[in-house]
């Protein structure tokens, strides 16, 4: 069984969920250097007044003070790669807080993922929205100097901390940041009640 088949196998078992269905092949094909030919729908709908509405209250639940606190709160948690256990521990921890079905997910033990999940009704397609916790670097001048540059730029250095309206600390942009957005689109269509149907 390969890694991902792994993956989605516990992500089946602890959610009672069937495996997501990454995509349909459909019309227009694309290729890449390293893969096969897949097949990638191109048609562009309107949203519904339904919609529209869905998403006016999902951006209503954005608070950007949260949003920063959350960037800075992962920040402060070393990930460089290989060694992401902890933040991926706190990240499984805080989705259960915002009231998602969440879990940790080793992979060593050294290493793992936080996975999140929030139901729909089951009859549609389920999206699923990704961002890597590993940072390029360890933020110790002793380990990745010189292969960053001869020292670390202030946005490498911790501690985290907030100047002005941005977050600067290790990977507090790339990938926290990241990380951050797709945790707080999850959060606010869970807090604003959208119906889903994955």
Partial sequence: MTRRE????????R???KPPVL??????THHTPMSAAIQIPLE???L???QEEWISRAWSQIDEGRLAQLDLRMATIPSPTGREKELAQFLASYLADIGLKSFYQPIDSEQGNAVGRLDGTGDGPELLLY??????????EEEDCPGVGLELSREMKGPARIEADRVIGP????????????????????????????
């Fill in 6 to 13: 792994e993956f989605f196998d516990t992500l089946t078992r």
């Fill in 15 to 17: 959610c009672n969920k």
């Fill in 23 to 28: 995509y349909e092949p459909q019309k227009a």
């Fill in 44 to 46: 562009r709908v309107p």
């Fill in 48 to 50: 519904s007044r339904e």
């Fill in 131 to 140: 961002a890597p916790i590993d940072t390029a670097f360890t933020g110790r």
């Fill in 171 to 198: 990977g507090a942009e790339n990938p926290k940041g990241y990380v951050t957005c797709v945790v707080a689109a999850a959060e606010a269509v869970r807090r604003a009640n959208i119906p889903l149907k994955g």
